[in-house]
């Protein structure tokens, strides 16, 4: 998961690749690894929205930034099941820069219980 994150969040930053392309590589990358957090602390969904609530248990996460992946999350739904994308560019800024931010969260997690 972590690699994919990675990966995700990697060509999320790459502004060549389309709009909708970078956030989805975006949210994904932050799913996964709110996903990854909650399993290192030995817990397990199946449920996209419960892993960002978790976010402030996990790693500590401020509201403000659990808020942003929640808007994230219904924006990411609007996309892919209504077809309407209603996200800009300051809005993929913040999803990428609060990704960057999460990521580092998790690698200090398992560097911390290594």
């Not at 609007?78 to 990428?96: C, I, K, P, Q, S």
């Amino acid at each position: 998961m972590l690699r994919s994150a990675v990966d995700r969040l990697k060509d999320a930053h790459n502004a060549v690749l389309s709009f909708a392309s970078r956030f989805d590589l975006a949210y994904n990358a932050a799913h996964a690894l709110a996903l990854t957090a909650l399993r290192l602390h030995g817990y397990r969904s199946d449920k996209r929205y419960l892993v960002f609530q978790c976010l402030a248990h996990t790693l500590d996460t401020d509201k403000a930034r659990v808020r942003l992946f929640a808007l994230c999350y219904d924006r990411r739904n609007l996309a892919e099941y209504e077809g309407y994308m209603d996200v800009d560019e300051a809005m993929l800024a913040e999803l990428v820069a609060a990704t960057d931010a999460l990521l580092e969260q998790v690698q200090k997690v398992m560097a911390d219980a290594r």
